[in-house]
């Protein structure tokens, strides 16, 4: 979120679309499912902007080099984080990440 707020910009995440292994789906209350795979814990993915134009190269690279490339959402000009279920409505979350260099 402090990301896009520098930036002036805004994001719309998919949900359903973060990635999640099976042993996280079967362990992992439902209730605390999202808010796990959005903040919690430490397992990492690379989080990438990409132009749309790019999106198709991309993938094929990523493909060829054995790596996932997961499209979770779209940068907006609409400054702040917004989260979308399945349906597309909205979803409110209240995330605070770890801030490396923050006074």
Do not use: K
Not at 19 to 25: E, K, L, R
Not at 74 to 99: F, H, Q, V
């Amino acid at each position: 979120q402090h990301v896009l707020a520098a930036s002036g910009l805004g994001a719309e995440i998919d949900a359903a679309s973060l990635p999640m292994s099976a042993a996280f789906a079967r362990q992992a209350p439902d209730a605390d499912r999202l808010a796990l795979q959005a903040a919690g814990g430490d397992d990492y993915e690379l989080c990438v902007c990409l132009p749309a134009s790019s999106l198709a190269a991309a993938t094929a690279a990523c493909r060829d080099a054995g790596v996932a490339l997961t499209v979770i959402g779209r940068i907006t000009a609409e400054p702040g984080l917004r989260w979308r279920a399945a349906s597309g409505e909205a979803i409110t979350m209240n995330l605070s990440g770890y801030r490396h260099f923050h006074d």
